[in-house]
């Protein structure tokens, strides 16, 4: 554990972070030559005493698509990060004290989508095996489902409900924030991006990302094509070669392969949640909310996914506000009292 008290001051908390590497063997070997060691970053609130006999509830943060560990803990003017609101949240009061961990979903692509995929590695494993293992060894937590709870924004929502689906008795309570749902609505308006920019490329994947990569500002359409490509390698992976991946449309015409479609289908959370009623049940507390004018159409996902939730008899704590999926950390500040106040205390 290395507490960085300088970069803490810098951002003004009155807590303290924690800088670690997680050497991953779920990451090892990935076709996309990601490194498996990766940062795992903990907020430690104020009185947080190392040798002490307390005990604290934990909250994981998954980071949305192109996002990354130390894009969170960035600083910038009049807008907080995640770690300053939790630390403002502590300081009045506002929530329970609680640690707050960083997870880093990075790919060369743009991100995991925090599953496990034989094309970018095993990153559901990764969470709940590797960072959780190094934190509850690290750090004086409550290590069991109640102690802990998961929440994110955008891909970082996704994760969040991936994860308590994928793997039940991990966590108590989710919480996401205009997270992936309902692919059947909100993917395919991409898929035109990803054909004619592909077929620009004469379909080779990895030149087209080495320019992506090497570009100072891409085009919006060029964006769109690399975020498909991140969701094919971790939906529909064909084999652990360099971009062996199947994309959903057909190369000829752009029409929609539906079969391959249907691998990302079957990730989809408002198609799981059917079965996963019993795991879903399980949770403390399930928390969704979205903008209204959301450029996804994410805000229609979350509506669908409440609705399945009480079809099955689960509770949802569902929120709608004034805005897009840009810049909405402050939402933050919802979900993290309502997360924290469902988990076990010492």
């Not at 810098?10 to 050497?23: K, R, S, T």
């Not at 949240?89 to 960083?102: D, F, G, Q, S, W």
């Not at 960072?131 to 709870?149: E, K, M, P």
């Not at 054909?195 to 087209?208: K, V």
Request: hydrophobic letters at 40%; proline letters at 5%; one cysteine or more.
């Amino acid at each position: 554990m290395h507490v960085q008290h300088d970069y803490a001051r810098l951002l003004g908390l009155a807590g303290n972070l924690a800088f670690d590497f997680v050497e991953s063997p779920a990451l090892v070997g990935n076709a996309l030559g990601d490194s498996p060691t990766r940062p795992v970053i903990t907020y430690l609130p104020p009185g947080y005493d190392p040798n002490g006999s307390r005990q604290y509830p934990v909250l994981y943060c998954l980071h949305g698509y192109s996002g990354s560990a130390a894009a969170l803990v960035g600083a910038s003017a009049w807008n907080l990060n995640v770690m300053q609101r939790i630390d403002r949240l502590i300081t009045r009061k506002a929530m329970p004290e609680a640690l707050l961990v960083i997870v880093d979903g990075w790919t060369r692509l743009g991100g995991s989508q925090y599953v496990d995929s034989i094309h970018n590695g095993a990153y559901a494993t990764y969470v709940v095996r590797d960072v959780i293992g190094h934190v509850d060894a690290s750090f004086r937590t409550i290590a069991h489902a109640g102690g802990r709870a998961v929440f994110g924004k955008s891909s970082g929502g996704f994760g969040a409900m991936h994860l308590v689906m994928e793997h039940p008795g991990v966590f108590s309570a989710f919480a996401s924030h205009s997270g992936d749902s309902y692919f059947r609505y909100n993917h395919p308006p991409a898929f035109a991006h990803l054909h004619r920019t592909l077929e620009r490329w004469q379909w080779d994947m990895a030149a087209f990302v080495d320019s992506y990569t090497g570009k100072a500002k891409p085009t919006a359409a060029e964006f769109s094509t690399i975020e498909m490509l991140g969701y094919a390698s971790a939906y529909s992976p064909l084999s652990a070669k360099p971009f062996d991946i199947a994309l959903p449309i057909d190369r000829a015409t752009g029409e929609v392969d539906e079969a391959i479609f249907a691998r990302w289908v079957a990730f989809d959370p408002l198609e799981r949640v059917a079965g996963k009623a019993s795991e879903l049940a399980a949770l403390r507390l399930r928390y969704l909310d979205c903008g209204r004018r959301d450029e996804y159409g994410l805000d229609i996902g979350a509506r669908a996914v409440k609705r399945r939730l009480i079809e099955l008899g689960c509770e949802v704590q569902h929120e709608e506000f004034d805005d897009d999926h840009r810049n909405i950390g402050y939402r933050y500040e919802v979900s993290l009292p309502l997360l924290t106040n469902v988990l076990d205390h010492t």
